[in-house]
Structure formats: C-alpha cells, structure tokens
C-alpha cells in the first residue's frame, strides 16, 4: 500500500493492507474511529487507491449532516453504480430497494428486508469483481443507511467484500459486533509530528514549529493546515478544533463573491453535485455560473472537484462556511435550493430551513414529507419533519398533534433524549386532556428499562382509553403494562389493578386479552388461561394471534404446546423480514424447547435469536437466548459456557429484568447440575425463590423445583427444600401448569421417604411424559438408582437402559454418562456413545443443513436465513465432510431429518 503523505500510522495501513488484500478469500468490516482531523479520510483514501491497484472495485459513500434526515441517503448513494443489477435479484428484495430509493410507490418493508436486498446486490457484484466498499464520516448516515450497513458488516465473512467506514469520536458506533474490527486512531508521537511538519513546512523557523507542534499536539490535520495561517497567542481560539476551523474560513474572506455563494449553497445541501450547486447560484444571482467559479476555492485547498462532484477537503471547511454566513445569506441559499432542486422533499426541506415565522400550509408539506420518510422507512426523516411541522404550525392544536407524533417516532427510533426534550416543550404548552393521555403513554413507554410505576400510569391509560371506547389503544396500553408484569415481577396489588381493567375493558376469550394475562398471572389463572388457550389452539390463528397464543401457552406452563404453536409462525415471520418479531419468538421457542428436552430445536432457535437481536437491537432478546445457549452446550459438553452466561447477566442487568436474571440463574443451576456440581447448583437455583435476590421470579422459579430438589438431595439440604416444594404445591392447586407438574412429581419422587418412593416414582411415570422426554429421562435415570441401592439391580437395568438411550438421543452427553456408571454399577456394560453426525455442525450449520435438506435452493434458504445465497453455499461446502457425504441428496439421512 502506498503510504505518500501519511505518518506514524504503519500498523493501521498495515491491518487496511492486509483485509484489502485478502478479500477474494475472506470479507471483512472495519470501523475507523477518531477526533476529527486525525487522519481517518486519509486512511480511506490509501484505502481506496491499494484496492484500485489489486483490481478491485471501489464503491464509496460519505455521510453528510444535512441528508441524516433523508432516508436511505447514503445507502442510495454506495449502491447506485449496482442499481443496474437490480432486476436480477429475488422479486421481494427488487421491490423492497426500489421503495427505500423512491423508485416505486410502494411502503419500504421491514428494514431487513432491504439488508438483504443490499447485501445479495453486493454479493452477486463481488462474484464478479471483489469490492472494497469506502464510507467517510458514517457519524452522519441517516439511520436506515446505517442499520442496513450493519447488517450487511455482519453478514460479509463468506463475501468477498471489505466495508471500511470512517467515524468521528463523540457519536455512538454505527457499525458494532464481534464480526466487527475497531481501529481507533492515536495522536502522532513527538517524532511522528515533527516528520509531518517538516514536510509541510520546511521554512518555518524554531520558534514557529515548537509553537505550532504545541498547538497541533499531534493532530495530523492540524499540522498540515495550521502551519498555513500565523496563529498568535491573543487571538487564537480555545479549542483545536476552533483553531482548524477558523484556519479554513480565514481563507473565504479572499475568495470572490460567486465562489463563496457556490460553497454556501454546497454547504447547505451536502449533495455533492456540482450541478445541482452551479443552478442553485445561478438562480440566485440570476446570471449563469459555471465550474470556473469553483477554481479560486480549489486552488486554496478548499475543496475539489471532478467536474460532477464537489468535495469540501474536510468537514470542517463545510462547518466554517456555514457559520461565516449571514442569516440573511442563508436563507436566500436556501430558497434557490428550493427552486432549482428536482425532488419534491429536498425542496420542502429548504423552504422550512428558510422559514422565518409560522407557516400552516408549508407545515402541511413538511408533515407530508414526514409521512412519505416513513412510508419508505425512514423514521428519523419523518420525526425531523413532524418537529420542524409542528415549530411552523400556526395553529396550537396541530403544532401538539405534530410534537406528540414526532415523539413517538424518536420513541421508534430510538432516541429517548429526544423524546424527553420534545415531551418537555409539549407539556408547556395547553395540552387538552385526551392529549395528555397520549404524552403520559409516550412517556411511559420511552423510559429505560422495565421497572418503575409506569405499570400503574399505562393501566390507568388504559382504562381511560376504554372508557372512551378505543378499545385498541386500551389493549396497547395493557400489554405493555403486562410485559412489566412478567419480566419485572411487579406488586401484587398492580397485578391486581391490571388484571381488573383487562377484565372490564377486553373480551376475555380473545387470545390476545388472553396473553395480557398470562403475563400479569400466569400461575393465580393459569386453570381457566389453559383451558380457554387449548380451545382456541385448534382453531385457525391468524400471524398474530398465534404468536399471542404461543406467548401465553409459554407463560402458563405448556411448553409443548407453545412450540407447537410457535412454529408454523417462524418461516412466516422470516418471509415477511419482521426479524425484530422473530426474534422473540425463537427466543421463548428455545427457551420452550430446552425445558422440554428438544435440544436441536433449542440450540438452532437460540442461535438465531442471539444473532438477531444484534440486527434489531434487543438486550432482553439476546440475554434469554445467551442463556439457553449457554445450558445446551454445557448439556452437550460444549465450550463457552461461562462467557455467555456472563454476558446475559450483564444485559439483565442492563435492562433491569430480574425476569432476565432468573433465567440465567437457572440456566447456570442447569450447568452446574450437568456437570455434578450439586452444592453449587443448590446455591444457584435457591436464590430463584428468595424474595429479596434480584434473581428472585415466581414464573420461572416454578420451571426449576425438579432441578433443585435434585441439587438438594445431592448435597444435603433436603430439609431446606422441603418447604419451597411445599410453596409449590399449594400454587399447583391452582394451575395445571405442565412444566410445573411436572418438576414437582420429580421432586416428590427424589424426597420420599424409602417406603413411599417407588408409589411416587410410579406415579411420576405414569403421567403423560412423552412430549418431556429429557425430564422422562432423568426420571428413569433416578428411579433406577433408587432400584439399584435397594439392591434390585435387575429391576433397575430397564428404566437406566431408557434414560440412556434418550440421553444419548438427545445429546446429552453427562447425564448418559451417569446412566452407564448405573448400569455398570447394576452389573451391566454399556457400549460407549457413538455421537450423531449432526453434533459436529454449529447451530447456524445444523439449521441451513435442516433447510437444505427440505430441498431448498442456496436463494431460498438465504432468503429464510437473511444471509447471501454465496454465504449459504460456503457453509454447505463446510458441511458436506463434517458428515461424509458429497451431494444435497444425502442430507436428510445425515442429519435425521
């Protein structure tokens, strides 16, 4: 890589060298952090030029402040040189970025939808011709082209495609994951600095250099630009940054008029095209310009051009033009903008940035501009519009309407300090009474974490909202109330509250009501929540009403139910790239399926929802999911156990679940009782029933009381559990709650007395276990032992043979070895476990291999998977010698499908 004019940053060029060169065998991403003028556009720019030597195809987009509003933007401009592929890709992916550009009137689907789109674009070129993909300042994406790009980064190992973005210090990472490379750039040490400088400015004398070397303090740009402008101590400003800036606008003042119009009007629209510009200067000075007006601007290094784009030489020059500009001039820059420019919504834009009083019918346009941003996805360009709507409206009633759905779409965005600062002018104003209701739910909703007296606030909305007939919003409003229910275990008395306002304001037998409470008081009415969700499990569920019912069949304890409901709602979900949807949902199917004993399920279901809930930002998600993780591989003697257990109690922690928490909790009491660790599994399960441990749950508790009367009686405190059993068993006299039956036949068993053991054991057996088999199994497991020290060892061999049997069926590699240190105790030798050919493939294997296996083309399954049809194709040729075979024919016997 050619390193002309760049000091002191050998490692970085070296780590850019090295992915640029490797991308026909790997791809890659990295995120190029720093303080502005560090050197990251140069980085890019070395970058750019090593690829075009290695024959790669460079495509390139800068974020620009003005365009954060515009949705897809920057997205638009690094893909518009493959636009030309576009009828090639799958119909689905074709229309979803043709709506995201505008080229279609079609609503812009879910935003992963288009990530796929894009990504299939970028893969389809690169087979062709590698890509180097180059985007400068990504601190000023919009949104949507920034969480396309991260999805994209995170799926380009298999590609051959380097991402490389640029962004400043001070904004959050737009492009984040374990997938991800950081290069944070330094300062210059001394000697790297005094390099720089004397190739800048050889001339200067002694006293000068130490002066401006002190100035820089190893700013590369600062010791480039300074050096051209006499800096003295009585008037130099405070900040380096101040100092570069002022730098560059002491330059303007020497330019003449029509090239400081021409950069004020490039400034302001941030295009980039120059003829967009030129006709904008024209039309304010009513005279044709030309190019040769932008000369006096390059030849002070300003900015460049190649006679279609205008490049400023840093941001800081853009800022330093706009700043220097008059008010008046900047408005009268705004309105030849609004003139001259082509797209309706650009111009729109520029009449409101020109506006200096209230406009009801300009900020009618703004709010339709809003609407059609969000329409294409675009929902921090729809909030943008809605407030700067909402700062024009003459009328007080529609600037409240406006402020209060620019909120909610920053709550959508993501945003809370915008929500807090646009509640807060809201509330200043006369806000009617129907219209506090709706700031309370916003505010509500847009506070971190689950926790707090929200609950009660949205249960009390809610019952307004129903009193005044919005049923709808009623049932909004009571579904988040409930969600705080279940994973912050909130009082008795506003479970109570919630449940009283669900039952006058909903149709109790509407599966939805029905999930609201299951979530309130899954155990208290688990008898009548049961029976009405069994009903309604045999009648056709629309999308929604499954997942309702999916939720709910969790919630109350019949986890095979749920699964089953659950799964015919996954390919659905996948086709209609709702990810954030889908996430959840594997979530409680894998927490289902672990608890259950269908560990395949429960591994592939976890894997994706942990990946997912990268895409969808989803900590609760991605906590759950590590967790279930976490158990399945210890049950399978698998690695990184630890690490994902400590990175789920770090996120519920972060989200203030102690809902999240007890599902770790248990997770690792699972762990630790795999691997015969009883006292430490006691000491992790128990803490699920102490009240004042923030692990604390009483839903999930009941999933764990077979596991910690196991841990019990294996390290000595049978007595301490005995009480908690009891706790139990009073609860399920009110439920019929499966999951918890089920555990506490298998505690009985285990604390019996010797006479009473094997009647218990019977009848914990008898129950209907098959859609249990892991809990059936541990169940044989322990009534043979029981046989066995009762010296009936020929008795005890068949239920030991059977725990063995669907232990090693299912993978679970401790428990069968427990089984044949029984059997060989009972005087019977095992043959020791073959392991499945599909135990050597990861999770994301195993499900590809599953799909592939159905028939599905490398399109289909990457249009199910969300990945590149070149990615699905890699991890078959992976695949493939992990099981012995050689074609797709071969699958379905190697897997067990």
Request: proline share 6%; hydrophobic share 45%.
């Amino acid at each position: 890589m050619t390193t002309a004019g760049v000091v002191g940053r050998d490692a970085e060029l070296a780590v850019l060298d090295r992915l640029v060169g490797d991308v026909r065998d790997r791809g890659a991403a990295v995120l190029v952090r720093g303080e502005p003028g560090i050197g990251k556009s140069a980085l890019l720019r070395l970058a750019r030029e090593a690829a075009a030597e290695r024959g790669l195809r460079v495509l390139g987009a800068t974020g620009v402040e003005s365009e954060t509003t515009l949705p897809f933007a920057g997205l638009h401009q690094l893909l518009r040189p493959l636009l030309g592929r576009l009828p090639a890709l799958p119909s689905p992916q074709r229309r979803a970025l043709a709506a995201a550009f505008g080229m279609s009137d079609d609503a812009a689907p879910e935003l992963f939808l288009i990530g796929l789109a894009a990504l299939n674009l970028l893969s389809d070129s690169a087979a062709d011709q590698p890509l180097v993909l180059v985007v400068d300042d990504a601190h000023w994406l919009d949104r949507p082209s920034a969480d396309v790009l991260g999805f994209v980064a995170r799926r380009l190992e298999s590609e051959p495609v380097v991402l490389l973005a640029a962004q400043r210090d001070g904004f959050p990472p737009v492009l984040a994951g374990p997938e991800l490379e950081e290069l944070h750039l330094e300062r210059l040490d001394d000697g790297s600095a005094e390099e720089l400088l004397e190739r800048r400015a050889p001339q200067l004398d002694p006293g000068a250099r130490g002066r401006l070397l002190e100035l820089a303090a190893g700013n590369p740009l600062a010791l480039t630009e300074l050096p051209l402008r006499c800096v003295r101590d009585d008037d130099a400003p405070s900040t380096l940054t101040a100092r570069l800036e002022d730098a560059f606008a002491a330059r303007l003042p020497g330019l003449p008029a029509v090239t400081r119009d021409l950069l004020l009007v490039a400034a302001l629209e941030d295009e980039g095209a120059l003829g967009e510009s030129l006709a904008a200067v024209s039309a304010l000075g009513g005279d044709p310009v030309t190019a040769e007006a932008l000369v006096p601007a390059v030849e002070v290094g300003l900015v460049a051009t190649d006679g279609e784009r205008l490049d400023f030489r840093h941001p800081l020059v853009r800022h330093a033009v706009t700043q220097r500009s008059t008010l008046p001039e900047r408005r009268r820059a705004h309105l030849a903008l609004a003139r001259t420019l082509p797209e309706l919504d650009r111009q729109v834009w520029h009449r409101a940035s020109a506006a200096d009083a209230p406009d009801e019918a300009l900020a009618a346009e703004l709010e339709e501009a809003g609407t059609r941003a969000r329409r294409r996805g675009g929902v921090a360009a729809a909030q943008g519009a809605f407030e700067r709507a909402a700062r024009l409206s003459g009328d007080p009633a529609q600037r409240i309407r406006r402020y209060l759905r620019a909120a909610e779409l920053a709550f959508e965005w993501g945003r809370p300090d915008v929500v807090d600062r646009l509640l807060q002018e809201t509330a200043a104003l006369d806000v009617p009474a129907r219209d506090r209701i709706r700031l309370t739910v916003i505010r509500e909703r847009s506070e971190e974490g689950i926790q707090g007296a929200g609950t009660r606030r949205l249960t009390e909305v809610a019952a307004a909202a129903a009193a005044d007939g919005r049923t709808d919003q009623a049932l909004l409003f009571l579904h988040a109330a409930s969600l705080r229910c279940m994973w912050a275990d909130a009082s008795a008395a506003t479970r109570a509250r919630v449940l009283e306002v669900v039952e006058q304001a909903l149709d109790p037998h509407d599966v939805l009501a029905l999930e609201v409470m299951s979530n309130v008081a899954p155990l208290d009415r688990g008898a009548e929540l049961l029976e009405r969700l069994r009903a309604l499990s045999s009648s056709p569920l629309d999308p929604s009403q499954a997942r309702a019912a999916g939720f709910a069949t969790s919630n109350v304890g019949d986890l095979p139910l749920s699964v089953e409901l659950l799964a015919p709602l996954v390919p659905r979900l996948r086709a209609d790239g709702r990810l954030g949807l889908l996430g959840r949902v594997l979530t409680v199917q894998a927490w289902n399926a672990l608890n259950v004993g269908r560990f395949d399920l429960a591994v592939s279901a976890a894997d994706e929802a942990a990946r997912l809930a990268a895409d969808s930002a989803q900590p609760l998600v991605r906590a759950v999911a590590l967790g279930v993780q976490s158990a399945v591989a210890a049950l399978r003697g698998g690695e990184g156990v630890e690490e994902g257990l400590a990175e789920a109690a770090s996120l519920g922690l972060q989200v203030g679940s102690n809902g999240v928490l007890a599902v770790v909790q248990l997770a690792r009491g699972i762990v630790a009782l795999d691997q015969g660790r009883h006292e430490e599994a006691w000491d992790e399960l128990v803490r699920l029933f102490d009240p004042t441990d923030p692990a604390h749950h009483p839903v999930v508790r009941s999933f764990s009381i077979g596991d910690l009367a196991e841990a019990a009686t294996r390290s000595g405190h049978g007595a301490e559990v005995e009480p908690l059993v009891a706790g139990l068993e009073a609860i399920a006299l009110r439920t019929p709650s499966p999951a918890l039956h089920v555990g506490l036949r298998h505690a009985r068993a285990l604390l019996a007395p010797e006479d009473e053991a094997e009647e218990l054991f019977a009848a914990a057996l008898a129950a209907d276990l098959g859609p249990w088999p892991f809990a059936r199994a541990r169940l044989q497991l322990a009534h043979g032992a029981w046989l066995r020290r009762q010296r009936r060892a020929a008795e005890s061999r068949a239920p030991l043979r059977s725990a063995r049997d669907t232990f090693d069926a299912l993978g679970a590699v401790g428990w069968g070895d427990r089984a044949r240190q029984e059997l060989r105790a009972s005087g019977e030798q095992s043959r020791p476990r073959t392991p499945e050919a599909r135990e050597q493939l990861s999770p994301q294997e195993l499900l590809i291999a599953q799909l592939a296996a159905e028939g599905l083309t490398n399109r289909e399954i990457g249009a199910r998977l969300y990945l590149s049809h070149r990615t699905v194709g890699t991890h078959l040729h992976r695949i493939f010698p992990k099981l012995g075979i050689t074609s797709r024919v071969a699958l379905r016997a190697a897997i067990g499908a």
